[in-house]
């Protein structure tokens, strides 16, 4: 058996592809946080509180209303997102003429209370979603046995991304989006809503933390603290990418999960620090982050 | 001016209290439960020792004694630091006498210098690493409820004898997963098995995919879990998804609570085997105080860790009752292990020179979904290990009061 560094090929090419997996769970939370921090800048520290929503509503259809994970799919990330625009009206838009740091404070504030709120109600330990019937088992890939809702889960999460990223940087609506934040009065002037389409795209991104929240329901436990661990990364992937950068946060999710994915094997102990340590690298030699452009 | 205070108020107590007692410190026995109020070890400890603790307050009739004792409760957070700075609040300010639960064995070691720097006591229950009764015991600290020798022993033992002889351990990096993992290994290797492999991942981590694929690859018969909580949880749960227990392979959970497997439903755990010391379905008196904590504690049952603060505080209460003092500490942890312990929990046992208290351990198996009868109801009771044997030889660990 060939191998690179002492470590087997078929075993590396299996961490790859976890890595890919992982990552596209960053890449879907750090598209969102870059969509909100781009079009509204605010930065949405209660992003990971709005992904363990997710899965909480997922579980809940489940279990309450007997709702299958399919429709949890799609009704999760609108009740998510519901809510998410109701903060928006009620809290955020009075902080947009002020610095970035009062966003960032009250959206900081309200993931603690969220979380404080369904550990209150749930415990710590977190609860059981099962796996969907169509994505159980595994295709045997002769160097890993990859489990078929892996495959799902970075499939559905490319073409989440691809037809974000399309919509925004492609079409009618996402150039009136683009718009907005560039000169809000002038397209104001134009005849266009731009408060209501402003809380609409965070109801969007919030969406698509709570899709990514069903989305991790039946890998991880449902757990109220599942989002406050995995907030730090994806802020770090943002800031490597470039806050803002709708392409940039994509790519940069996808590489640093395979980043990490290879850490494992070589290195496991420095496989939580690995991301920042390439977070402190890049802000050295390219303060924008690698796709951001200076303002 | 906070010395003036705490003055004053000692007078107060003093005063309430009277003359019996008047040679406990400050006029009440402070007790304080220190553990994960709200992270990954919260629903295994957490709010439950507390509720623990108080019910062992209120058994013990403190009141009627004319004993006053209070419980104050801090959250760890799992952190070293950040258990030493409360531990020494604690002593130095809020006269606390004992601090009590202490899961994470990182923070147990810290806190165990400070309670013997400051002649206090502390009583281990949810802490594991089998070092506090080894190189690292003092006479001011008890280890109560298990420990990574006990678990070693109990699953370690019964698996290689089942014909589990090698294995790949998934350690969490910390205190506790290494103390856990180089004691399994030490049982595995006497019991004629081989370790192929291990790998540390960092504590807490959610994904554990990368770890199991390397088991996987392992080809060992058992993989070892030396972590607990929710990366056990997912180590778990994430193995059935890869197929581990499908290609062949078997977990051994090396540290598993009730909880954890409630959390993870009898689908993913049934066939576990795991050691415990407490389960709330053994007998009469476990039920009965099972069922009173669980009417307290939101309907759950309590945890081996839980229990294990309940009776810790109840024995603690009675060596203090018995030296009608409260301090220095390690006058009460004598008086400790000079008294024989009794209660609904462990039943019948006592307190070793090395600080060590012991009991019967029990390996169980989780049940299948159809065998239990509903929640809670998640072991099959499998064998029982004598309090004698069940824990590591007070001669071997190396600890400086055994003489």
């Known amino acids: ?295 | 001016m906070l010395l003036k205070r705490s003055l004053g108020l000692a007078a107060l107590f003093t005063l309430a209290v009277g003359g019996a007692h008047a040679q406990i410190s400050d006029g009440v026995i402070k007790i304080g439960v220190m553990n994960d109020q709200s992270g990954t070890y919260a629903d295994l400890a957490g709010p439950g020792s507390v509720v623990a603790a108080r019910m062992a307050v209120a058994d013990f009739g403190a009141a009627k004694k004319g004993m006053k004792v209070e419980i104050v409760v801090a959250d760890h957070q799992n952190k070293p630091e950040v258990g030493s700075s409360i531990a020494r609040q604690w002593f130095d300010v809020d006269k606390v006498d004992l601090i009590v639960d202490v899961p994470t064995s990182s923070v147990v070691l810290a806190v165990n210098q400070i309670a013997r720097e400051k002649n206090k006591v502390l009583i281990v229950s949810t802490g594991a690493t089998s070092d506090l009764y080894g190189k690292a015991c003092t006479p001011n600290s008890i280890h109560w409820t298990y420990d990574t020798w006990s678990l070693a022993n109990g699953t370690g033992t019964a698996v290689v004898k089942t014909g589990g002889n090698t294995w790949f351990f998934l350690t969490a990096d910390y205190a506790f997963g290494h103390a856990l993992e180089r004691d399994t290994e030490a049982v595995v290797l006497k019991s004629g098995g081989k370790v192929l492999g291990k790998v540390r991942h960092p504590f807490p981590s959610a994904d554990m995919s990368s770890f199991l694929l390397q088991a996987q690859a392992s080809k060992a018969k058992i993989i070892g879990l030396a972590n607990a909580g929710a990366d056990t949880i997912n180590a778990l749960k994430q193995g059935a998804e890869f197929g581990i227990v499908k290609g062949g392979q078997q977990f051994a959970g090396l540290l598993v609570f009730l909880t954890d497997v409630h959390s993870l439903g009898l689908n993913i755990a049934q066939g576990l085997f795991l050691t415990e010391s407490f389960y709330w379905d053994l007998n009469d008196q476990t039920r009965g105080f099972s069922m009173r904590f669980a009417k307290l504690h939101k309907g759950a049952m309590p945890t081996m860790g839980q229990a294990g603060v309940y009776s810790a505080v109840l024995h603690y209460l009675k060596a203090v009752e018995s030296l009608k003092s409260d301090a220095p500490g390690d006058k009460v942890v004598a008086k400790m292990k000079e008294l024989p312990t009794d209660d609904p929990v462990f039943g019948k046992g006592r307190v070793r020179i090395d600080g060590r208290k012991i009991h019967d351990m029990y390996l169980f198996e989780v049940k299948k979904p159809a065998e239990s009868k509903g929640a809670w109801d998640y072991y099959k009771l499998r064998g029982t290990i004598p309090a004698e044997q069940a824990f590591r030889p007070e001669k071997d660990g190396g600890c400086p009061l055994v003489k």
């Open chain 1, 1 to 295: 058996m060939t191998e690179i560094f002492g470590i087997p090929t078929q075993a590396l090419f299996g961490q790859l592809l976890i890595g890919l997996i992982n990552g596209s769970f960053y890449a879907l939370l750090s598209l969102g946080l870059a969509i909100i921090f781009g079009l509204l800048n605010i930065i949405n520290f209660a992003h990971g509180a709005q992904y363990m929503m997710g899965a909480f509503c997922a579980w809940f259809l489940l279990n309450k209303l007997g709702v299958s994970y399919w429709w949890a799919l799609a009704l999760a990330p609108i009740v998510v997102g519901a809510t998410g625009m109701v903060i928006e009206r009620l809290m955020l838009a009075r902080l947009y003429k002020l610095d970035h740091l009062y966003g960032l404070l009250l959206t900081f504030g309200l993931a603690l209370i969220i979380q404080g709120l369904f550990r209150h109600e749930f415990g710590s330990t977190g609860l059981p979603y099962p796996m969907p019937k169509l994505l159980e088992g595994g295709q045997n890939l002769g160097f890993m046995f990859l489990p078929n809702y892996r495959a799902w889960v970075v499939a559905f999460s490319v073409a989440v991304c691809i037809v974000t990223w399309f919509t925004i940087e492609k079409t009618k609506l996402g150039s009136y989006l683009r718009a907005a934040t560039e000169n809000p009065q002038l397209v104001q002037a134009f005849g266009i809503n731009v408060p209501r389409m402003v809380t609409l795209t965070y109801g969007f991104g919030v969406g698509l933390a709570a899709l990514a929240g069903v989305m991790a329901a039946p890998i991880y436990s449902v757990n109220p603290l599942m989002g406050e661990h995995l907030i730090i990364v994806v802020f770090a992937v943002v800031v490597i990418g470039g806050m803002g950068s709708i392409m940039g946060s994509i790519v940069t999710g996808f590489v640093l999960g395979l980043v990490e994915g290879l850490t494992k094997v070589f290195y496991p102990e420095a496989s939580n620090t690995v991301i920042f340590i390439i977070m402190a690298i890049v802000l050295m030699i390219r303060p924008a982050g690698l796709f951001g452009t200076q303002k």
